[in-house]
């Protein structure tokens, strides 16, 4: 799901018709050659050929977009060259470190294209593209990314979210480049709390669970309780050194980026730097454990001011044992969505908890500041106390009017399957710079959308006895191809680019958080439209109404 950058290249020689000048008063004759039939153009007494003058002129014009650009570039050198001294004085000795930690995982991944390639070559005579692109193909940057760790893993992560921004090969790819990390030993967790609280742990907390609950490539999270309230609490502490990792690797993209910028200025149109940078702001953000919390903050306050606290929630943050690096919050207790045998057993009716859910995140689009972007399983449970619990505001998403109301337009043409209302949001929604066929674009995306009943999935039941008591257990989750899912939305990108459209970041979070949703629909209610029930409110005055609440 994904968004592909692309950058768009002319082919072929423009050819602009020679006007001569007005005061000239040229008495221009046509004349044949006999002897080669071709044509010439007279001017007084000299004869000029017409394909001799057109390669002259387009080798002036070449010569003067020559001239043009190595003025820019003479011109903005100082500017490269001042950033990049900044940038590497920011990145500092840690720098060197990842670049020899680069080096090895270059010859590590290096190695396995040479021994592919051998093999190959001993089974056949030609070599698949995919080992003709080097280290430069999809699946060897994948593998080279995987190698390079915590930075690169969620580099790859956002690329296989972001198909308006990147070829589709490397979205796909990059589906495989999960965030699985080892858990880093307990006594340097140990010594980040001391550090961060500032004193001992024993003052703040009854215990930590030396044991961590989950452990991604950034953080790590651990169950701990509170001295003196004696509430139950999960900690999520920054991992030792990502810091440094991740503001050298994002420094030497940044700079790798702004090179190639300035070498090949057509790459510019492409916004490649704008892209990088989007990437370090969005990346920086997330081990800013500061900025998760008032993400967290601002999500509780639309649930109070919309009166939905009995529907949902989000897990308290306790500031006075949090800070930058160590992000401590109320401990909830629930089930995933997907978890059909507990869900029933915690309420009567599963349907209504999904539509509650729905009905949160839609308002949450409209009345927050930022969105929940990454609505997973893990992120998004029942509690006990029958509410909805959003999980992790580490991932969120900004949305801005104009994309929403065609959003709103492009959501309400897939209920009503209206497809040339659907081609005219994108079309709205996308930066193009040429007119677009809007009733042949209609066509091409009916029928990539009759395609969404077609996808396959399936409603797994597990039964376990219970010896003592002989009763059943029943327990269903639902498996979807999680490629076939990405590759539905790989085909909307895919055809609006062919009609010059480019969509905004924001478009490809969304889009990729109501496939979660399309996939607890099949779970807990498959005959629900989630687009066309009116239960499931999506509506465009619930920001002014948040906002009359709030004022």
């Not at 990842?98 to 590590?108: E, I, K, T």
């Not at 599963?350 to 839609?362: G, H, K, Q, R």
């Not at 949450?364 to 998004?380: I, K, Q, R, W």
């Not at 010896?467 to 990108?493: H, K």
Request: some cysteine; hydrophobic content about 45%.
């Amino acid at each position: 799901m994904a968004m592909t950058m692309t950058s768009v290249c002319a082919r072929g020689s423009c050819r602009f018709p020679f006007f001569p000048s007005p005061p000239l008063q040229l008495s221009i004759a046509k004349c044949i050659n006999s002897s080669n039939n071709r044509w010439r153009m007279k001017m007084g007494n000299l004869d000029f050929h017409p394909n001799r003058f057109s390669l002259n002129a387009r080798y002036s014009q070449a010569q003067d977009l020559f001239t043009s650009r190595l003025q820019d570039s003479i011109a903005n050198f100082p500017r490269l060259v001042e950033d990049i001294v900044q940038t590497s004085i920011n990145t500092g000795p840690r720098g060197a470190l990842r670049l020899f930690q680069g080096l090895q995982a270059f010859v590590g991944v290096g190695s396995e294209w040479l021994a592919d390639v051998s093999r190959s070559t001993r089974s056949s005579t030609e070599i698949p593209t995919q080992l003709q692109l080097g280290l430069l193909s999809p699946l060897y940057l994948r593998r080279l990314f995987e190698r390079m760790g915590a930075t690169y893993i969620k580099l790859g992560q956002f690329i296989a979210s972001a198909p308006t921004l990147f070829p589709s090969e490397y979205v796909e790819e990059f589906q495989n480049c999960f965030d699985r990390a080892p858990a880093v030993p307990f006594q340097e967790i140990e010594a980040i709390l001391r550090e961060e609280l500032g004193r001992p742990i024993d003052s703040v907390f009854e215990y930590v669970d030396p044991a961590p609950i989950a452990s991604a490539s950034i953080a790590q999270v651990h169950a701990a309780r509170l001295k003196g309230s004696q509430e139950d609490v999960v900690i999520k502490v920054l991992k030792p050194g990502i810091e440094d990792v991740l503001m050298a690797d994002l420094n030497f993209v940044y700079i790798v980026a702004r090179l190639l910028e300035f070498l090949n200025p057509e790459l510019s149109r492409a916004s490649l730097v704008g892209i990088v940078n989007d990437i370090r702001e969005s990346m920086l953000e997330e081990v800013d454990f500061n900025k998760e919390a008032v993400n967290i903050q601002s999500f509780k306050r639309y649930l109070e001011a919309m009166g939905l606290t009995r529907q949902a929630t989000a897990p308290n943050v306790y500031q006075h044992c949090s800070t930058r690096r160590i992000l401590t919050m109320e401990r909830l207790y629930g089930v995933p969505l997907t978890d059909l045998d507990s869900i029933s057993s915690l309420v009567s009716s599963p349907e209504t908890t999904l539509i509650t859910a729905l009905n949160v995140w839609f308002g949450s689009l409209l009345a927050c500041e930022t969105f929940h972007a990454d609505v997973h399983a893990g992120n998004l449970w029942l509690l006990r106390d029958g509410r909805i619990g959003f999980l992790d505001f580490g991932i969120v998403g900004r949305i801005s009017p104009k994309t929403w109301a065609a959003m709103e337009v492009f959501l309400a043409s897939i209920a009503t399957e209206e497809y040339e209302s659907m081609a005219s949001a994108l079309v709205e929604m996308g930066a193009t710079n040429k007119d677009v066929d809007a009733r042949a674009f209609a066509r091409d995306l009916e029928k990539i959308f009759s395609s969404i009943q077609e996808l396959d999935s399936e409603i797994v039941v597990a039964t376990a006895q219970n010896e003592n008591t002989n009763a059943a257990a029943v327990s269903a989750n639902i498996v979807v191809d999680e490629r076939q899912m990405n590759a539905l939305f790989l085909d909307v990108i895919r055809v609006s680019e062919s009609y010059g459209l480019r969509f905004p970041r924001e478009f490809a979070l969304l889009m990729k958080q109501l496939l979660y949703f399309d996939r607890y629909t099949r779970l807990l209610a498959p005959n629900l439209n989630m687009l066309r029930d009116q239960r499931i409110s999506i509506v465009s005055n619930r920001r002014n109404n948040y906002r009359e609440n709030i004022l």
